[in-house]
């Protein structure tokens, strides 16, 4: 029987017991009122007949009803109706055989959340709570009507009750479910999750090194990461000398995630000591009882934590999102010569294969977008096919507007730059191929109203991979250790047999696109990008007119310093410029939080404001020196971005709620440093 819904006790319940406390009211008030009707009228009699030894009799008989009734009225505020009633007698013998049969309890409430009632199901346990808060039984019970709940899982006393809350009653309804929620407990415990653990880098090693250091980095890593499998008692197994499959349960998965996967540091540490850039991704996936599931999920993941730089955990539910423990520092480079080789002629040879092509940036775009689009329409017409560019009136940013402005002519006759509109209309969704640069996420593409339509899509890409990246790909590169999209390209168009033109105007797009995202060569730069740069400069990038066009006038760089000023440390290491009073650009905000690395002694700086072009939102622009990873804070807020440049728009929060929520996120980690770096 459904006591809940089938048996309908909410109003029975509540009408029964007010019921049954008014007819116990109802004697002790006809009563007082009764007696004090009598006496008085004794009283007043026996004055007139002059019997003054009588009428005091009256009186004290009169005193001492309105003591009675005035005692009662006292006891009756300070410890409610006494309650102790058997259900039978309020709800009937089938309703208590009901709720006998359901384990299910009863609870009246007044105003104040005192208890005025409590069925025999909680004598039966021990639990006195008649004339009680409810709050002394279970505090989570508050949340019943303080949020906007019906139903809150308490534990007492070593007992799980799920207590269930009527909107139109004082009631609840009490269940013991000790018994199902250990066995649900431990059926998640026991919930099977594969596994997959890969030591970044390691086929590197075994092609170049010599036997000896071979033998170190098996015995120094690839042992301990077997020891460590096994001390947490997982099955495992090596499927290639890189990479291990384990097996284990949910139990040990939540146990090993609240150590933040020691073995991510541990591998690092000991890679270090033999000088070898060797680092550990590892994969975990649960959720479903469909291996083919799960086999799929996991090469999945493995594949996302690699993109994303290695030296993380991703792990996911099925249907549930990706989330990331570690990713905290920048991988060396690991794009080998032979593997640029082969993904340009793969492109080349996707080109070759479409009718047309699409090249697709971000909104807001910038001089790598930029530079990269310009590039790879240079490409596609010099293997004589039709290309367009997606980014005519797309937002843009302001600097970029300028050089694009400057260059206008030359432009117009050598690229076509069509609106996401004009796309969508001429667009063959089987044939045409799309070329997404610089980005690989449909909701900040140009072309995000109809990504999804397209079957034939191409990525490149130098951002860290996120579970919202493009689906059904048609070749993906993403390579997070480069500096920018236009490094890439630049190695793309180096190792392919036919010339492909490119001009001062596109090389010195692209060279600034190189300079912006490394701030002048100061951040995640190795050799390959200062190659690039030359190359650049080789094809006629214009190195001067680049550096003007990052200039600055008067007025914008008086701003920026203004909300430089504004910009307070936290936790030692941080820096948080919350501008509420202003709308900023994005570009301003990016070099806000870059100028505020200057700082000695920060990490990660972050700047916090409504936008110009959408003042409904609020946005964060994160950066960092190269030894934070702000692009795990920016994650936890629904963005995204680099190793060590990220951001994130919202609608709906607050700027003082946008920076709490970083303190929040940075705390976070904080406390989890001393077993992840």
Not at 231 to 252: C, G, P
Request: hydrophobic share 45%.
């Amino acid at each position: 029987m459904d006591v809940y819904g089938r048996v309908g006790l909410s109003f029975t319940v509540t009408k029964r017991i007010e019921v049954f406390y008014m007819k116990q009211f109802e004697k002790w008030r006809s009563l007082c009122v009764t007696g004090l009707a009598l006496g008085l009228i004794l009283s007043i009699l026996l004055f007139l007949k002059k019997e003054y030894i009588y009428m005091i009799a009256a009186l004290i008989v009169w005193i001492v009803f309105i003591c009675a009734f005035f005692g009662f009225w006292k006891s009756l505020k300070e410890h409610g109706m006494k309650t102790e009633v058997d259900i039978s007698r309020v709800l009937g013998k089938d309703a208590k055989d009901a709720l006998n049969f359901g384990n299910v309890g009863i609870l009246t409430y007044n105003e104040e959340y005192i208890v005025t009632w409590a069925s025999p199901f909680f004598k039966e346990k021990g639990i006195t709570l008649t004339n009680s808060k409810l709050t002394s039984w279970i505090s989570n019970i508050r949340t019943l009507f303080d949020d906007d709940v019906d139903m809150v899982i308490g534990k007492s006393e070593g007992r799980i009750y799920e207590i269930t809350r009527k909107r139109d009653a004082q009631i609840l309804y009490v269940k013991d479910i000790t018994d199902y929620y250990n066995m649900r407990q431990q059926y998640l415990d026991n919930e099977i999750v594969i596994g997959l653990l890969q030591l970044d880098n390691y086929m590197e090693y075994q092609s170049y090194e010599n036997e000896e250091i071979m033998a170190q980095i098996n015995t120094h890593l690839r042992a301990a990461l077997v020891t460590w499998a096994k001390d947490n008692k997982m099955f495992v197994r090596r499927l290639r000398s890189d990479r291990f499959l384990v097996i284990l349960n949910k139990e040990i998965l939540t146990e090993v995630r609240k150590q933040n996967f020691t073995i991510l540091q541990l591998i690092k540490d000991e890679a270090n000591k033999l000088d070898v850039s060797i680092t550990l991704s590892m994969a975990f996936a649960y959720g479903s009882n469909d291996f083919t599931v799960l086999d799929d999920m996991v090469n999945e993941l493995i594949e996302l934590a690699q993109s994303r730089g290695g030296d993380q955990a991703a792990i996911r539910s099925s249907g549930g999102t990706v989330q990331f423990v570690g990713g905290n520092s920048e991988t060396s480079s690991t794009r080998s010569k032979v593997r640029v080789r082969i993904m340009a002629q793969s492109i080349q040879e996707a080109i070759m294969e479409s009718n047309r092509v699409y090249i697709a940036g971000h909104v807001m775009s910038d001089f790598d977008c930029m530079g990269a689009c310009l590039a790879l329409s240079s490409w596609v017409h010099a293997l004589g096919k039709e290309v367009f560019i997606v980014l005519k009136d797309v937002p843009r940013d302001e600097q970029l507007q300028e050089m694009m402005n400057s260059f206008v002519t030359v432009i117009q006759e050598r690229h076509t730059l069509i609106t996401p509109d004009e796309a969508m209309d001429s667009i063959d969704y089987n044939k045409d191929l799309l070329i997404m640069a610089d980005h690989g996420i449909p909701a900040i593409s140009s072309v995000k109203e109809f990504v999804d339509r397209c079957n034939r899509i191409l990525v490149i890409d130098h951002h860290r991979r996120s579970d919202a990246f493009v689906k059904n790909t048609l070749l993906t590169y993403v390579e997070s250790s480069a500096s920018s999209a236009c490094e890439l390209i630049v190695e793309l168009l180096q190792n392919i047999p036919n010339h492909i033109p490119i001009y001062e105007m596109e090389a010195t797009i692209m060279y600034l696109g190189i300079l912006v995202d490394t701030n002048r060569f100061k951040m995640h730069t190795d050799a390959r990008t200062f190659e690039a740069a030359a190359a650049l400069q080789n094809w006629g990038a214009n190195t001067s007119r680049a550096e003007k066009a990052l200039c600055e006038d008067y007025l914008y760089f008086s701003m920026k310093n203004a909300l430089i000023q504004r910009a307070k440390p936290y936790y030692n290491h941080f820096m948080i410029a919350a501008i509420d009073d202003e709308t900023l650009d994005k570009t301003m905000m990016a070099q806000v939080s870059q100028a505020l690395l200057l700082i000695k002694g920060c990490v990660a700086s972050f700047t916090i404001a409504k936008v110009k072009t959408n003042p409904n939102a609020v946005a964060i622009s994160a950066r960092s020196d190269g030894s934070y990873n702000v692009q795990k804070i920016m994650e936890k807020l629904n963005g995204g971005g680099h190793f060590s440049a990220a951001a994130v728009e919202r609608e709906g929060v607050s700027v003082q709620q946008m920076k709490d929520m970083i303190l929040n996120c940075i705390e976070e980690e904080l406390k989890n440093e001393g077993n992840i770096a």
